[in-house]
Every structure is written in C-alpha cells, then in structure tokens.
C-alpha cells in the first residue's frame, strides 16, 4: 500500500516470479494487460477464473474489492474464497494504495502485510492497525528515501525492510496496468 510509483506493482509481480521459480506452482493476475504478462502468467478477468494450489496477484485491490462495495458479487465470492483459501492452497497477494479501501476480511485474512512509503495524508485515511504498523515503521523510511525499492515487511516471523528489484520482465505497461 502507498504513494503512487513508490514499486508496489514491481514488488508484486517480482514476488509472483519468484513464487513461480521456486515452485512451479499455477500463477494468476488481475488487473494488468495480458500483452504485458508472460505466458506462465494466466491474466483473469474474475475471480471465479482462478485455480487450485496456486498463486494470485491482485493489482489495485480497492477499484475491484472496494469497501464501499461490500455486497458486491465479487467481494461476496471474494470474502468466501479468502476464508477457504488454505483448504484450496491459494495464496493472495493484493496491492493497493490505501488499506482503507479493501474489504475488511482482506485484512483479517492477511499473513503479512508489505508496506511501501506513505503520501502527507494517506496515513491519516488507514485502518487503525496499518496506521500503527506505518507509526513502527516510518523513522526506518527515512532512511532508505534513496532506495526506489524500499519496502517493509510485517510478518509473524519477520518484522523489517528489503529491497527489490525489477521483474525479470518489466515494461511500462507493468507499472500501470489497470486501465
């Protein structure tokens, strides 16, 4: 979640290519172009198209699972699926600017939380408990500004920062594909 450009897109898509090496696991997508993707990658339109034991990366999760929305059919099928989610060995990563704007179940749900750096205001607009996480973690922001790949990591098992660099297969129709 965070400031526009800040990498969130190319943390997400790197982390669902370094899911896919490691495990050769089915790897999906929505919210991007298909012409922009590899073909490992199964570029969906709904979230009913997606597969068993496998990986899905949601990109800008509050336009598709919007809070305001709630009683939507997707955020219906979608609260349904993150609770059954370990039962069918799917795995979920969202992206999206403002913790505010997803379904709460997203959170509750949540394994881990990856934080990129925070616009003037945003903060303010977060769920109370990003807003305490982003409290812990914002002094160490400073301290990385130079680092366009920056980012924190909030974990049961791990509480820190990393840095990442760009999938293997980036393009500029990547980093803003939602259209």
């Known amino acids: 979640m965070k400031i526009r450009g ?3 897109t190319a943390f997400g898509i790197k982390f669902l290519e370094n899911l896919h090496a490691k495990s050769k696991k089915k790897c999906y997508a929505m919210g991007f172009d298909s012409k922009s993707l590899p073909a490992w990658i199964n570029n969906v339109g709904s979230v009913e198209d997606l597969g068993n ?16 929305n709630f009683m939507s059919n997707a955020n219906k099928f979608l609260s349904e699926l993150i609770l059954i989610a370990r039962h069918k060995n799917l ?6 600017q403002n913790s505010s704007n ?16 925070s616009s003037l205001l945003q903060k303010n607009f977060e769920r109370k408990i990003v807003q305490k996480i982003y409290g812990e ?3 160490h922001f400073e301290k990385f500004k130079e680092n366009r790949g920056a ?5 049961g098992n791990f509480l820190g920062y990393v840095s990442n660099p760009l999938p293997s297969f980036w393009s500029s129709g990547l980093s803003k594909g939602f259209r």
């Open 6 to 8: 800040t990498g969130k």
């Open 151 to 155: 980012t924190y990591i909030y974990a």
């Open 137 to 139: 973690a914002e002094l």
């Open 53 to 68: 034991d496998s990986f899905v990366l949601i990109d800008e999760g509050g336009i598709l699972f919007n809070s305001r």
């Open 102 to 117: 997803l379904e709460i179940n997203i959170l509750r749900q949540a394994d881990f939380l990856v934080l990129k750096p």
């Open 91 to 96: 795995s979920i990563l969202f992206i999206s």
